[in-house]
C-alpha cells in the first residue's frame, strides 16, 4: 500500500516537473505566431473583420477568437493560407465565392476633394485638389475606406469587368450526393 | 444569360440506370433457373426483397428529405436486394429478405451516404449479417424440387413456406460445403464425404442444394460474360477471384487429397461464381484500376478458399467480399497508374537538354 | 514502321462521313469582316490602319507585339471600318479587340513574290518569313508557328512529326486538305524540316482516312518524308500522344517535345507555310469543316479569316433543324457559342450545329467509382478523385493527383455513365488556381504599398512633430518670423508600384 502510494506520488512528481520544464523550453511565443499570420494577410487595415487592423485580426487569430475566413478582400485565398498555417482543417465550400471589386470613380459627380486618396492604405488612388481621381485596379484591394468618406458618393466599389484574359469556368453546378 | 456547357459535346450512351439494367438482365438467367429449380417460395422471397429493398430506400430518402425518384430509378436498390435475394436459401422465410434487404439498403448504402458512397458491398454485407443473426434459417437448404417435380410446392403451399414458416417434410437438405465440414467435424474423409453428394455435372447446371440464385455456374458465366462483352465489367476481378481459389485448391489438393477438396470442387460450389461475375465487380467497393482490381479480387478469392478450408463457416465468399471492401482504400492508395511524363514516384521525367524560358506549349498544333 | 501502345483513348463516333466526301470549296466573299488582334497564344498584335485606310488582301493590319504573338493580316482587300471591340469567339460571350473591314469586292492582293526554289533562303529567313506571315497552329492550340521553329532550331530537334491525326469526331477539313493539296503540304513540311534542321520526318495520319494516306504517300515519294498510318483513337492527334505512338518517347511533366529532341506540327500549317514562303501569301483563310446533325449539308469550306461563323452555315444550307448546341472546333474540345455571328479566327476548325440527340448530355448522377474514367485517361490520372476533390474546394488535394498534369481532352467526361461533367471541373480548378495565383502576387504588391504608406505615414508624422519643435523653440528665441509651410504636398504620394495591365 505505502510502497505503492510512494512510488505513484514520485512517478507523478517527475511526470510533472518534465511537464513543467518542457513548457519552459518549448514555450511558443504568441507573438511569433500572430506576425506569421500578420503577414499572410493583406495588410490593407480595412478594418471588414471587426478587428483594429491586421496586426489585431492576427492577434485574434492567434488566440483562437475568429475564424479563417475573416477576411473579405482576402478571399478563399488568404482563408486557405490561414487555415494551413493554423492547422485548422476547414470546409471551404460553404465559403461565400465572393465577385473581385474595386473602387471606381464616378467622373461627372467627383469634386475632388482628395479625401478618398488620403485614406486609401495602397495608394491605389491618384489626384490631386480639384481634380478627377483615377483607381489603379492593380493596388485596389477593395477595402471600401474611400466608399466611407466620400462626400458625393462618386467612389464606390464595384465589380472588376470580366475580360477574356480573367474569364474562367465556373464551377459545375451539378448534384453529386 | 443560358448555361454555356463545358467540352465535351458528345457522350457515350450510357447511364447509371442502364448500367444497373445490363447487370439485371445478366442475373436473369441464372434468377429464372433458381426460381425453376427451387419452385414458387423461392420467387415469393426474391419479389419480397425487391419490394422492400424499394420501400426502405424510399423511406429514408425522403426522411432525408432528398428527391426519392431519381434514388429510386436509378436502379442501384434493386440490383442490391436481387444480388442478396439470389444469395438466401430459396425456402428461407419473408422476414429474413425483408430484414436483409432494408440493413443492405439502409444501413450499409444510405448511411453511408448513398449510391457509390459504401465502403461494403451492401448485399454482402446484408448476407452476413443475417449469417451471424440466423444461423438456422441461412442454412436450411432444401434439394432441388423444379417446377412439375413431385415435390414441387403449389403457389398455395408456397405462401405457407414464406409467410409462416411451414417446413415441408422431407425436403431438408445441406449444401455441399456444408455437408463436407459437417463431414470433417466427424472425422470422416473428403472421399467418402463427397461420395453420392457430389457430381460436378450436375453442379456446372445447379441442380443441387444451395442459394437461389448461386448454383447455376454455367449461367452466371454467360452472365459475366455478356457484362464483360457489354464493357460494363472487366475481366481482371473475376479471373482473379477464380485462380486465387483455383491456385490453392490446386496446390493443396495436389498434397494431401484426402483432406483439401480439388479446384473443380471449389469453383462450382457456393457463391464463387455469383461472387465473381456480379460481387466482386461492384465498382462501388472495389478498387479504380484493373491492377488494383485484380489484386482486389485475388484476395477474395484466397480468403473465400482459407475460409472454406479452415474456417467456422462452410462458406466463405461474403466475408472474403467484406474483408477486401475494408482494404479497397489501401489497394487503391498504393496502386496508381502512372502518369504521362512521370514515373511511378509522380515525379517528373528528366529533361536532356536545357529547359529555355518560353513556356509548355499547348496540346494540339 | 513500329508503333508504341498508348495508354487509355476513347472511340468515340466519327460522325466524318457527314463531310469526308465533301471537296473543299470557296466561301463566296463575305461582306464584312471582323478580324480580332488575338487568335493565338501570347501578346495581342496592335493595329497598324485607321479606320477609313484602304487595304489590300494580305496588307499587314496590326503587327505582332514581343516575343511570342503574331501579325494579322487583312483578310481581303476594303475599307477598314471600325477599330473596337466585337464578340469573341469564346464561351464567355465577352468582347475581343477586333478590326472590322468592309469588302471592296475585288479581293486584290498585294504584290507577292513567288520564288522558284524556296530553299534557297536561309533556315532563320524561313523561320522569320513564317512569323511574319502571321503563321499559328492550325490544329487549335495556335501557338505562333515561327517561335516554335526558331526555339526548336536553338535545342536542337532531330525529329519533325506531322499531325494529320484528327482524331476529333466530325472534322474532315485535314483529311480534305491531304487529299486535295499533298504536294503543297509535302512542300511546307520539307520547308519547316529545313528550318529546324530535322533528320527524320514522320507523318502521323489514322487508319479512317485512308484516301490521305494514300495521296500523302503518292506525294512523299522520292522525299526523306515518311507517312505512316496510326490506328484511329481519341485523342490520338494530341501532341503528347502522337509523339508517343510513333517515337515511344513521352515529354517529361515539366518540358516541352523540344526537350526530347522532337518539334511536332499540324498538316495544315504546313500548307500555309508553304503557302507563305513559296507564294509569299500571309495566312488569311483557313480550312474550316461546317457539319453536325443540325446542317443540311455538310462541308468542308476554305474561309476567310474574320468570316461570321453564321455565314458558313447559311452556305452550308443552312440548318435541317434547330441545333440544340453551336460549337467551334470538334465536339470533345470544341468551345460552345452562343452567337453565331462570331468570326472564324485561325484556330477555327469547324462550325458544329450538333442536336440534343448527338450531344447525348444528360443529368449528371453520383459517381458510382465504375472507374471507366481511370481506364479512359490516356494521361494517367484518376478523374473520378480529382473531381470529388475539387467538389469540396480541395484544390491542393486535386493537383497532388496530377490536375496540372490533365490535358483537358474530354475522354473522362465522355465515358462517364454518371454524366459528371469531370473535365469542367478540371477547367474550373484551373481557372481557380491561376486566378489564385494573380491574387497572391496582387496581394504582395498591395501588401508593400500599405507598408510603404505606413512607414511614410510614420516618417511625416515625425517630421511635423520635430517641425513643432523646432517652432517651438524659434519662439522661445523670440523670432516672430512666420516659418509655416511645412504642409504636405498631395504629389509627395508614391506613384503604384505596378502599372494597370489591361
Same mark, same amino acid.
Given at each position: ?41 493583406? &495588410? ?8 483594429? &487592423? ?58 475632388? !476633394?482628395?479625401? !478618398? ?9 491618384? &489626384? ?50 | ?84 435475394? $439470389? ?39 446484408? *448476407? ?57 467435424? *466427424? ?18 447446371? =445447379? ?100 475460409? *472454406? ?11 472474403? $467480399? ?39 506549349? =499547348?496540346?494540339?498544333? | ?287 474550316? %469543316? ?155 504588391? %498591395? ?38 509651410? %511645412? ?16
Amino acid at each position: 500500500m505505502i510502497t505503492a502510494l510512494t512510488s505513484l506520488t514520485i512517478l507523478g512528481v517527475i511526470l510533472g516537473l518534465i511537464l513543467g520544464v518542457a513548457a519552459r523550453v518549448f514555450k511558443v511565443e504568441g507573438n511569433a505566431l500572430a506576425a506569421q499570420l500578420q503577414d499572410i494577410l493583406p &495588410g490593407s487595415q480595412c478594418g471588414q473583420c471587426g478587428f483594429p &487592423g491586421c496586426a489585431g485580426a492576427a492577434q485574434a487569430l492567434a488566440e483562437g477568437h475568429a475564424p479563417v475566413t475573416l477576411c473579405p478582400p482576402g478571399g478563399r485565398a488568404v482563408a486557405e493560407a490561414l487555415a494551413a498555417k493554423l492547422g485548422a482543417d476547414v470546409n471551404l465550400a460553404g465559403m461565400k465565392e465572393t465577385v473581385p471589386m474595386m473602387a471606381e470613380v464616378k467622373e461627372e459627380i467627383c469634386i475632388g !476633394c482628395t479625401r !478618398c486618396f488620403k485614406v486609401c492604405p495602397t495608394d491605389a488612388i491618384m &489626384g490631386a485638389a480639384q481634380q478627377i481621381h483615377v483607381v489603379f485596379r492593380e493596388a485596389c484591394t477593395a477595402c471600401g475606406k474611400c466608399e466611407e468618406v466620400c462626400p458625393t458618393e462618386s467612389i464606390k466599389l464595384q465589380p472588376i469587368p470580366a475580360t477574356l484574359q480573367s474569364w474562367r469556368w465556373n464551377k459545375p453546378a451539378a448534384q453529386l450526393a | 444569360m443560358t448555361q454555356i456547357a463545358h467540352s465535351p459535346h458528345a457522350h457515350v450512351p450510357l447511364t447509371i440506370n442502364k448500367v444497373m439494367r445490363l447487370v439485371m438482365i445478366a442475373l436473369t438467367p441464372a434468377t429464372l433457373f433458381g426460381f425453376w429449380l427451387y419452385g414458387w417460395p423461392s420467387i415469393n422471397l426474391w419479389a419480397v426483397s425487391l419490394l422492400a429493398a424499394l420501400l426502405g430506400e424510399a423511406m429514408v430518402v425522403r426522411w432525408q428529405q432528398r428527391a426519392v425518384r431519381p434514388v429510386l430509378m436509378d436502379g442501384s436498390g434493386l440490383l442490391t436486394a436481387w444480388l442478396l435475394a $439470389v444469395s438466401l436459401p430459396p425456402w428461407a422465410p419473408w422476414w429474413i429478405a425483408v430484414l436483409g434487404s432494408l440493413f443492405a439498403v439502409i444501413i450499409s448504402k444510405q448511411l453511408f451516404g448513398g449510391l457509390g458512397q459504401n465502403v461494403f458491398n451492401p448485399a454482402m454485407a446484408a *448476407r452476413v449479417m443475417l449469417l451471424i443473426s440466423f444461423p438456422v434459417e441461412m442454412t436450411t437448404w432444401i434439394a432441388p424440387a423444379p417446377f412439375g417435380s413431385v415435390h414441387a410446392p403449389s403457389w398455395l403451399e408456397s405462401l405457407a413456406v414464406t409467410f409462416s414458416g411451414v417446413h415441408v417434410d422431407g425436403m431438408a437438405s445441406a449444401s455441399l460445403l456444408g455437408h463436407v465440414k459437417t463431414e470433417f467435424t *466427424r472425422g470422416i474423409g473428403l472421399d467418402q464425404a463427397l461420395s453420392g453428394y457430389y457430381a460436378p455435372l450436375d453442379a456446372l447446371w =445447379g441442380n443441387r442444394a444451395g442459394s437461389l440464385g448461386e448454383t447455376a455456374a454455367l449461367f452466371l458465366l454467360a452472365g459475366g460474360l455478356f457484362l464483360i462483352y457489354k464493357r460494363i465489367i472487366t475481366w481482371h476481378a473475376p479471373v482473379a477471384m477464380l485462380l486465387g481459389v483455383t491456385i490453392p485448391a490446386l496446390i493443396f489438393s495436389a498434397v494431401n487429397p484426402g483432406h483439401y477438396a480439388g479446384p473443380v470442387y471449389h469453383l462450382l460450389s457456393g457463391g464463387l461464381m455469383l461472387g465473381a461475375f456480379f460481387i466482386v465487380t461492384d465498382p462501388v467497393t472495389s478498387p479504380n484500376t484493373v491492377t488494383g482490381q485484380f489484386i482486389f479480387g485475388l484476395g477474395c478469392g484466397l480468403l473465400t478458399w482459407i475460409i *472454406r478450408t479452415w474456417g467456422g463457416y462452410p462458406e466463405g465468399v461474403a466475408f472474403a $467480399v467484406m474483408l477486401m471492401n475494408a482494404a479497397t482504400p489501401i489497394i487503391d492508395h498504393y496502386v496508381k497508374p502512372r502518369i504521362y511524363g512521370r514515373d511511378r514516384k509522380g515525379v517528373a521525367l528528366p529533361i536532356a537538354a536545357p529547359i529555355s524560358p518560353i513556356a509548355p506549349i =499547348g496540346k494540339e498544333s | 514502321m513500329k508503333l508504341f501502345k498508348l495508354r487509355g483513348g476513347i472511340h468515340p463516333a466519327g460522325r466524318k462521313e457527314l463531310s469526308a466526301e465533301r471537296a473543299i470549296r470557296i466561301l463566296p466573299l463575305p461582306k464584312r469582316l471582323f478580324v480580332p488582334l488575338q487568335q493565338h497564344i501570347g501578346a495581342p498584335a496592335t493595329p497598324v490602319v485607321q479606320v477609313g485606310d484602304h487595304v489590300l488582301k494580305g496588307q499587314l493590319i496590326a503587327a505582332s507585339q514581343g516575343v511570342v504573338s503574331a501579325p494579322v493580316h487583312a483578310p481581303t482587300s476594303g475599307v477598314i471600318v471600325a477599330l473596337g471591340e466585337y464578340p469573341a469567339p469564346h464561351p464567355s460571350g465577352l468582347t475581343i479587340p477586333t478590326i472590322t473591314l468592309d469588302s471592296d469586292g475585288c479581293d486584290r492582293w498585294i504584290e507577292t513574290v513567288i520564288l522558284n526554289d524556296p530553299f534557297e533562303l536561309s533556315s532563320e529567313e524561313v523561320s522569320t518569313r513564317v512569323g511574319a506571315a502571321g503563321i499559328v497552329g492550325l490544329g487549335g492550340a495556335t501557338f505562333p508557328a515561327a517561335v516554335k521553329l526558331s526555339l526548336s532550331r536553338k535545342t536542337g530537334v532531330h525529329t519533325l512529326i506531322m499531325n494529320g491525326g484528327e482524331c476529333e469526331p466530325y472534322l474532315t477539313c485535314d483529311d480534305r486538305i491531304m487529299r486535295e493539296r499533298a504536294e503543297q503540304i509535302v512542300e511546307g513540311i520539307q520547308l519547316i524540316a529545313y528550318a529546324v534542321g530535322a533528320r527524320q520526318v514522320l507523318i502521323g495520319i489514322e487508319d479512317n482516312k485512308p484516301e490521305a494516306i494514300a495521296a500523302m504517300r503518292a506525294a512523299a515519294s522520292g522525299s526523306a518524308v515518311q507517312v505512316v498510318e496510326i490506328p484511329s483513337m481519341y485523342p490520338m492527334g494530341s501532341e503528347k500522344q502522337l509523339i508517343q505512338v510513333l517515337t515511344g518517347k513521352e515529354i517529361p511533366a515539366t518540358g516541352r517535345p523540344a526537350d526530347i529532341g522532337i518539334l511536332v506540327h499540324n498538316v495544315g500549317t504546313a500548307f500555309a507555310v508553304s503557302e507563305a514562303i513559296r507564294y509569299g501569301k500571309p495566312l488569311v483563310s483557313r480550312l474550316v %469543316t461546317v457539319s453536325g446533325g443540325a446542317i443540311k449539308e455538310p462541308c468542308n469550306l476554305e474561309v476567310l479569316i474574320g468570316t461570321p461563323a453564321e455565314e458558313l452555315i447559311e452556305f452550308a444550307g443552312g440548318y435541317a433543324q434547330a441545333p440544340a448546341r453551336l460549337v467551334l472546333g470538334g465536339p470533345m474540345m470544341g468551345q460552345q457559342i452562343t452567337n453565331p455571328a462570331v468570326p472564324v479566327v485561325k484556330g477555327t476548325s469547324g462550325v458544329l450545329a450538333l442536336t440534343a440527340d448527338e450531344i447525348g448530355q444528360a443529368e449528371a448522377s453520383p459517381c458510382i467509382r465504375c472507374s471507366t474514367c481511370v481506364r479512359a485517361c490516356p494521361v494517367g490520372l484518376l478523374p473520378l478523385e480529382m473531381a470529388a476533390h475539387i467538389r469540396v474546394a480541395d484544390l491542393s488535394g486535386a493537383v497532388k493527383l496530377g490536375l496540372k498534369d490533365c490535358i483537358s481532352c474530354g475522354s473522362c467526361s465522355y465515358v462517364c455513365p454518371a454524366h459528371i461533367p469531370l473535365v469542367h471541373y478540371f477547367n474550373y480548378a484551373k481557372g481557380d488556381l491561376a486566378a489564385q495565383e494573380r491574387g497572391k502576387l496582387k496581394q504582395e504588391a %498591395t501588401k508593400k504599398l500599405a507598408d510603404e504608406r505606413i512607414a511614410r505615414m510614420q516618417r511625416i508624422g515625425r517630421e511635423r512633430e520635430e517641425a513643432a519643435l523646432r517652432r517651438k523653440a524659434a519662439r522661445e528665441a523670440k523670432e516672430k518670423a512666420a516659418l509655416a509651410k %511645412t504642409t504636405l504636398a498631395p504629389n509627395e504620394k508614391a506613384a503604384p508600384a505596378t502599372e494597370e495591365v489591361v
